[in-house]
């Protein structure tokens, strides 16, 4: 029962700090969609663990903190949004790279997950 309770608590507390985040046309107004592909990988015989494609609108919270698929990380996870930040800074429309994750768990390295990412974004037209 404890276990129900910690993790609604803990659900709680995600919720509001996605709230306390705002939505992207309040962060970036000038973005008018982006589009964020990752492929995560782990150690494993076969290293590819997920392929994810995730639509980012106007309206959607801006979230850019994507979590570890690793069972049992700790505050581990992928934080896209420095990269989001700096395209849409620049005004470019888009970026590749990897991340590795930094949480830890106990009997795995400290590359027990990675993901590669590439980012598109269309941006408003000027008046």
């Not at 959607?60 to 979590?67: G, L, P, T």
């Not at 990380?73 to 994750?101: H, Q, W, Y």
């Amino acid at each position: 029962m404890a276990q129900k309770r910690d993790y609604k608590k803990k659900m709680e507390l995600n919720k509001l700090q996605k709230s306390e985040m705002g939505i992207v046309s309040d962060r970036f107004p000038s973005v008018s969609n982006m589009v964020i592909y990752m492929t995560y990988f782990h150690e494993a015989e076969n290293p590819i663990l997920m392929e994810r494609t995730i639509n980012i609108f106007p309206t959607s919270i801006a979230d850019f903190n994507m979590a570890c698929m690793i069972r049992g990380c700790d505050k581990g996870g992928f934080n896209l949004a420095p990269v989001i930040s700096k395209l849409v800074k620049e005004r470019k429309k888009s970026a590749k790279g990897d991340m590795t994750c930094k949480g830890k768990i106990e009997n795995h390295s400290s590359r027990h997950a990675h993901i590669s990412y590439r980012i598109s974004i269309n941006f408003r037209k000027k008046h």
